[in-house]
Structures are given as structure tokens and as C-alpha cells.
């Protein structure tokens, strides 16, 4: 199924992934994997497991009542299921909700809250990473004169920005970002775009989007989920192209189903 | 093209039938209180002063004011608070922040809610055996409030819950996307959050028992202490103490000769008071939430 020449090594590696919400299965034993340096776009309507999926890399699908998940993921050759320090674990992944969050803190609070959770408390330490994040984000110039002002004051585009600062505060390998673009105006969607692309220099993103032209714009390659099972994962031209793997690809990329 | 129909017509009747119907007895709701204190306030108003307030009860407590009554009651209420406030608030944030579905989580559930169900006579005996017998306390302020205390924990716990499900789950998952623990989570985003709630719940949830008298009947609640006019400290934990609730008691029941007004100022103070403290934590929550930062 995969046919393209390696980006890079493998980074995230899933195994047979089942995941269960109580007696019902939604994800029904994908197995993919994630090169470093490469943009992953995963496409598909809907409930087909795209964020479950999600929650499983950084194991906080055991914040939900009912759920489990079977099958193996290493992130970095690691077990996700068996690592010591589940924490650091998540540090190594940055993760952005669909929907912005602004925590109720100041906006300096918002990014300085992870690596104050992990035990950083050197004021200048913290400037310099509150500062490269946002900047990273492109909302310093917004931002920077009113640090203090609440992170939940900001317009839904701003929020979102501020929320990739967060995930990025805690200095991930790889940068995982759940249908971002939702809850946004189409500008700040560009401009978050563009944050992306010069992203990618330095970490792996993992970017699912309900935008299939986003995953055409941003992938290297594209995985295309439907109905808890992985249908095609190939490089980004392929999966557009008129003769995808699978005919169900075609009819979901050029807009006939989904 | 808007000419109304029969059909429609007689929709437009059902839904002010309707409407009517919800807003009475919305309306209704009101009344009794209405009454209640309009009832209270023109029977107790020859007794009522501010001398009946401040001053001990006189001639066998047919004369006199509630002092020693009113300030007991303050010292239960504020006991009982200090007691069930931090195992309520504390469960309550164990029961919505850690607790998984297990038979421990369900287990305590099952306490909360045949606690409630618990008549306060059969509290009262509990405390009595507990409290004053058991543990040795004797009947006094101490033991009275933890028996107090232990009626209001489900009401506490219920109300500690309502506050923390407010604060929106997104803000958790972003702090556990990010590495936090629970603990980091709940200090930094959860409690700064919903602290007015619980404060406020708290409060109006423990003043509530100020009207109790059974509990307090046979764990710390006298029929007479001598106390000074205004005197702001007049018990100890461990001496029994009077209290509004029961001293109305004994007043329609045990004592005789005083005039039908003075018990009537004994219902209206206690009422006052318990109105007054909700209406102030009201107030409270209302500038906190003003003050909400989402």
C-alpha cells in the first residue's frame, strides 16, 4: 500500500490499534506509521476514529470512562503502554484541540503552564520559551504588550494560535493538531498554514483535517480513514490522484462520498 | 399568507394555556415564603427589637430577648461548617477529578446518597451515640456540630460536585495534553474556577441546618445557659449551649407564661438569619461569577 521513498526513520509506529468506548469498537485494528520530519495528513469524515486515534498516541483516552485500547504504539521505539512517565510522554507530543482553549490564565500563564508543570520555574527561562512560542505561533506581535491580559479574552483565531503555542511550549518532537482549523476564520487558517509549513523544518506533524485541500496544501503523505479502519495511506499526490489504491479514496477526495 | 388557520389558531390557544399554567405555579412557589414571613413578622411584632436580639432570656424565659439562643446557633453553624467543608469539598474533588467507575467510587456514591436519605431524627441518634457517648464528647458544641456536620456532607458534596462539572472539560484536556497531572490540573485551572461556587454552595448548604433541631437536641442543645447581654463568647466547644431552633421548641412546648410574641420574634430571627446568610453568599456568587474569566 505504501509506496513512496522514506522521508525519514520511523517516529510513531501503530500495531493492530483497536480502541473500545465501553462494547462498542471504533477503531478496528489500524496499523500506520509516522516518518520524523514529514507532515502526515489524515483525512476522513466524520466518526472514523481520527481522534481517537489521537488519544491513544499520548494515552489521555484513559481520561474517558469506558475507554481502552489494544494493539502497540511506540512513539520513538517506546511502548506508549509501558513507559515509566506517561508525562513525558505527552511533553514529547504537542497536541491541539479542534475547538480553541484558552486556559483562564494570562497568556503568559498559557504557555508557561507546561513547562512549569514539568518543573521549570527560572523566570528568564520561561520569558525566553513564552516569547519563541508565541512567536513560533505568530501571535507575539499581537500579544506582546499584554502578556498579562487572560488567554480566554482573545478572539477564537487568536485562542487557537495561543493553543499551538502551548503544545509547543513543552518543546514536542512531534506536533499533532485535531481539525484545527474548525472553529477559525479562513485568514488565520492560512496564516496558521504558514506556521506549519515552516514548522515542519523542525519536528514531525501529524495533521488531521476535515479539510481534504488542507492535507493536498501541507502532507507529504496522506492517510485516509473511514469507519475505524485505515483505507489508504500513501504519498499526498497519489491519494489526489485520479487512481488512488482504493476507489472509496477517489469518491472521498473528490467530494462523491464523506 | 399569514392569515392564521383554525389549526393555527388553536395552537396559539394551547401555548398561552401553557404558558399560564408554568408561570402559576412558578407564582406559586413564592407564595408560601411570602406568607411565612408576613405571617411571622405581624405576630412576633410586639416582641421584636433590638434588645431582643442582644439580651438573655429573663423570668424562667418569659421575658427577655435570645441572646444566648442566637449566638449558640452562630457557634453551631460555624463549627459545623469548619468541619464539613474540608471532607465534603475534599471527596467532592476526589468523586468528580480522580474517581474512575469502580466499586470504591460506587461504593461511596451509594453513602452519599442513602446519607441524604438519612431523617435527622436518626442522625441525632447517631450523634449521640457517636459523639457524645463513643468519642466521649458529652453533650456540647462540638459534638452537636459534627452531628450537624454529618447531616450536611451529601448536600455539600452535591453542590462542591455542581461547581467542578461547571468548569469546562476542554480546559482539563488541555492541561493533560501538555504533561500535567490531575493535581496540577485541578490547582491551577479547576479550583481558581470553581472555588466561588464551592464556597458559596458550602455556605448556603451549612446555614441551612441553623432551622435543625432534632440533631442538636440530644448532642449540645440546653434549655438555659446564663449568658451576658451581647457577650460574643459565651461557650466552649465542649459545653452544651442554647440554640434558636430548639429554644422554639421549648418556648411552644415546655415553657409557660410567656406572652404567644415571643416565640413568634424566635422564628422570625431565626428566619431572618438563615435568609440573611443566603442571601449574602447569593450576592457573593453573583460578583464572583461577574467576575468569571471565560
Redesign the interface.
Known amino acids: 500500500m505504501v509506496s513512496d521513498e522514506p522521508v525519514g526513520e520511523t517516529v510513531i509506529d501503530v500495531r493492530d490499534l483497536r480502541v473500545h468506548y465501553g462494547e462498542r469498537e471504533v477503531i478496528h485494528g489500524i496499523s500506520f506509521d509516522v516518518r520524523r520530519g514529514e507532515i502526515l495528513g489524515v483525512i476522513g469524515p466524520a466518526q472514523s476514529g481520527k481522534t481517537s486515534m489521537l488519544k491513544c498516541l499520548?494515552r489521555?483516552l484513559e481520561?474517558t470512562?469506558?475507554a481502552t485500547m489494544r494493539g502497540t504504539i511506540t512513539v520513538d521505539g517506546e511502548d506508549v503502554l509501558r513507559v515509566r512517565d506517561v508525562?513525558?510522554?505527552?511533553?514529547k507530543i504537542?497536541?491541539v484541540?479542534p475547538?480553541p482553549?484558552?486556559?483562564?490564565?494570562t497568556i503568559y500563564d498559557n504557555v508557561a503552564?507546561?513547562p512549569r508543570?514539568?518543573g521549570l520555574s527560572n523566570r528568564a527561562d520561561l520569558d525566553d520559551i513564552v516569547e519563541r512560542c508565541l512567536r513560533q505561533a505568530a501571535l507575539w506581535d499581537e500579544v506582546k504588550d499584554r502578556l498579562a491580559t487572560?488567554g480566554?479574552k482573545l478572539s477564537g483565531g487568536q485562542q487557537q494560535r495561543l493553543?499551538i503555542a502551548?503544545?509547543l511550549?513543552?518543546d514536542p518532537e512531534i506536533l499533532c493538531l485535531d481539525e484545527f482549523s474548525i472553529a477559525i476564520d479562513p485568514v488565520t487558517t492560512m496564516r496558521i498554514e504558514d506556521v506549519l509549513k515552516e514548522l515542519r523544518a523542525t519536528m514531525t506533524i501529524l495533521l488531521v483535517t476535515n479539510l481534504t485541500q488542507q492535507a493536498r496544501r501541507l502532507a507529504d503523505r496522506t492517510m485516509f480513514m473511514l469507519n475505524g479502519e485505515v483505507v489508504e495511506l500513501d504519498r499526498t499526490d497519489v491519494v489526489f490522484s485520479d487512481t488512488p489504491g482504493d476507489p472509496r479514496t477517489f469518491d472521498y477526495v473528490s467530494g462523491i462520498v464523506g | 399568507m399569514f392569515t392564521a388557520t383554525p389549526h393555527i389558531l388553536r395552537k396559539q390557544r394551547t401555548e398561552r394555556l401553557a404558558h399560564a399554567m408554568f408561570a402559576g405555579m412558578a407564582l406559586s412557589i413564592v407564595v408560601p415564603l411570602v406568607c411565612i414571613i408576613a405571617f411571622l413578622v405581624v405576630k412576633a411584632w410586639p416582641s421584636l427589637s433590638l434588645a431582643f436580639l442582644i439580651e438573655p432570656p429573663r423570668n424562667m424565659q418569659t421575658e427577655g430577648g435570645i441572646w444566648p439562643a442566637l449566638i449558640g446557633t452562630i457557634y453551631l453553624v460555624v463549627v459545623a461548617l469548619f468541619a464539613a467543608a474540608p471532607v465534603g469539598v475534599l471527596a467532592a474533588v476526589y468523586l468528580n477529578e480522580y474517581a474512575t467507575d469502580n466499586w470504591f467510587t460506587r461504593l461511596v456514591n451509594l453513602a452519599v446518597i442513602n446519607l441524604a436519605g438519612v431523617p435527622s431524627i436518626v442522625h441525632a441518634l447517631f450523634g449521640l451515640g457517636a459523639f457524645v457517648l463513643a468519642a466521649g464528647l458529652g453533650q456540647s458544641v462540638i459534638a452537636a456540630s459534627l452531628t450537624l456536620a454529618v447531616m450536611t456532607l451529601p448536600v455539600v458534596i452535591a453542590s462542591t460536585r455542581e461547581a467542578l462539572v461547571a468548569v469546562p472539560r476542554s480546559f482539563r484536556e488541555a492541561c493533560w495534553n501538555v504533561g500535567a497531572t490531575r493535581w496540577q490540573t485541578i490547582r491551577a485551572v479547576v479550583l481558581p474556577n470553581a472555588i466561588s461556587g464551592i464556597l458559596t454552595g458550602v455556605i448556603l448548604q451549612v446555614s441551612r441546618t441553623a432551622g435543625e433541631t432534632a440533631p442538636i437536641l440530644f448532642t449540645g442543645a440546653v434549655m438555659y445557659k446564663a449568658v451576658e447581654k451581647g457577650d460574643l463568647l459565651p461557650y466552649r466547644l465542649t459545653e452544651s449551649c442554647m440554640a434558636l431552633a430548639t429554644h422554639l421548641y421549648n418556648l411552644a412546648t415546655q415553657i409557660n407564661g410567656a406572652p404567644e410574641s415571643l416565640q413568634f420574634a424566635t422564628a422570625t430571627v431565626l428566619l431572618g438569619a438563615v435568609l440573611l446568610v443566603n442571601s449574602t453568599a447569593i450576592a457573593l456568587r453573583v460578583y464572583l461569577r461577574s467576575r468569571k474569566k471565560w
Open positions: 499520548n489521555t481520561f470512562p469506558g508525562f513525558g510522554l505527552r511533553r504537542g497536541m484541540a475547538l482553549v484558552g486556559l483562564p490564565l503552564f507546561a508543570a514539568a487572560l480566554t493553543t502551548r503544545a511550549s513543552h
